[in-house]
Every structure is written in structure tokens, then in C-alpha cells.
């Protein structure tokens, strides 16, 4: 059965540290690769995507995120957190050509200290 | 503006007794879906339909149950059957069936037990 993992449950920093979120998934074929943000009391928006192309993905706020195939990877980076980025982080899968069924991973909670 | 909404945003239950969640959404997305949202655990698929009068069971549809009688309606019906109802209920839709677009979600119902 297809799964994400997200290695970090919880993470904290600093404003201006740099970010970075591991994601792994499960599955064999040709996926399709999203990061979705949830900023406190605000409902769950796409904050990148991966459908083909450059590996290297950059969305909305500054965040970027790499693809490796060969890792099963979709690691979300920023260069520079800010107080405004605190909000809880998931990454999800979907089977290319599928159903469009998201499988998500337990979702990361970042906590940015001013 | 076009989006998603769910309603209410809080609802108790009492032991035994069905509850409906609802979903609306005025994009003209074919495909919507539900999901339970638990700490820790990311979102879990409850049910998704592809197109009206159509839905299929997720991976945790036990206690639940659901019709789409309007392409823009996609209620979803707590039963006394679910015994651990307690969590945060997020409703998505997207455009695409086939997992090449991504979801939209609402704001989200969170249902306590009485």
C-alpha cells in the first residue's frame, strides 16, 4: 500500500534559520507530489506541487522542494523561516493517472521563534 | 468567490445518535472528497466521489456514509456506528478525477461527543 512519511513531528527554530522537512513515500509507479500548509485556524491550502518536469519545485512563500527518485523523496526547504511560516506541514502522494486519492503523511508542526 | 464551504464548524454528538456534515462547493469541481484529521496522523480518506450520483469508500469509511445527489453537494453522515468519532473533518474537491489537479479543501467541522 502507497505511504508518506514525515520524519519530523515537531520542529522549532528560530527566525531566519534555515528549513528543511523530509518527506519519503511508497510506491512503485509515477506519483505526483504535493506539500500543503495549515497556518493556525486557517484551512489546509497547496503550498507546491510536483507533476513532472524539474525536479527542483518552488512555490509560495519562498518554499522550494526537490524530488529525487531514487530516494522516494520530496523534501520541503526554505532558506530563511520567518515567525510567519509557524503552521503545521503535510506532505502527500497521488498515483499519477489514479483516482486522485491524496495520501498524506502525519504532517509536521513548526513552531518559529521571533 | 468561488470555494468550499463546511458546515457548522463545531458539532457535538450524543451516544447513538447520527450526525450530517456538509460540504458545498461552487467551483464546479467534479471530484470531491472527505477526510478525517486525527493528531499525529495526518489526514485519513473517509469517502471520495468522482461525479454525481457516484462515491466510492476510502480507507476508513466504517461508520460512515455519504450521497452526492448534486454535483455540488457531498454531505457526509456520522453514524452511531463510528465509536470514536471525536476528530476534525475536512471536505476537498478538485477539478480533476485522476489525481493530476490539486484539492481545494474547506475550513473544516470539528465534532466532539457529548
Known amino acids: 500500500a502507497q505511504s508518506v512519511s514525515q520524519h519530523n513531528h515537531h520542529v522549532i527554530l528560530s527566525e531566519a534559520a534555515s528549513l528543511e522537512l523530509g518527506c519519503n513515500y511508497s510506491y512503485g509507479g509515477t506519483v505526483n507530489l504535493f506539500w500543503y500548509v495549515q497556518y493556525p485556524g486557517q484551512h489546509l491550502q497547496l503550498l507546491l506541487k510536483?507533476?513532472?518536469?524539474?525536479?527542483l519545485v518552488k512555490g509560495i512563500k519562498g518554499f522550494e522542494a526537490e524530488f529525487i527518485k531514487s530516494k522516494f523523496s520530496f523534501n520541503l526547504r526554505k532558506p530563511s523561516v520567518q515567525w510567519s511560516d509557524t503552521a503545521e506541514y503535510f506532505c502527500a502522494v497521488t498515483a499519477s493517472g489514479g483516482y486522485n486519492k491524496l495520501i498524506f503523511g502525519a504532517g509536521t508542526r513548526l513552531a518559529v521563534h521571533p | 468567490d468561488g470555494g468550499i464551504t463546511q458546515s457548522p464548524k463545531y458539532l457535538f454528538r450524543k451516544e447513538g445518535q447520527n450526525v450530517t456534515l456538509s460540504c458545498e462547493q461552487n467551483?464546479?469541481?467534479?471530484?470531491m472528497y472527505w477526510y478525517r484529521q486525527d493528531p499525529g496522523q495526518g489526514l485519513r480518506l473517509i469517502y471520495y466521489s468522482q461525479i454525481v450520483n457516484d462515491f466510492q469508500k476510502g480507507d476508513i469509511a466504517e461508520g460512515y456514509s455519504v450521497s452526492r445527489e448534486k454535483k455540488e453537494s457531498f454531505p457526509l453522515t456520522v453514524t452511531s456506528a463510528q465509536k470514536n468519532p471525536t476528530a476534525f473533518y475536512l471536505c476537498?474537491?478538485?477539478?480533476?478525477?485522476?489525481?493530476?489537479?490539486?484539492?481545494?479543501f474547506g475550513d473544516g467541522t470539528r465534532l466532539s461527543i457529548l
Open positions: 476537498a474537491s478538485s477539478i480533476d478525477r485522476e489525481g493530476n489537479q490539486p484539492q481545494h
Open positions: 510536483y507533476f513532472s518536469g524539474d525536479p
Open positions: 467551483l464546479n469541481h467534479d471530484a
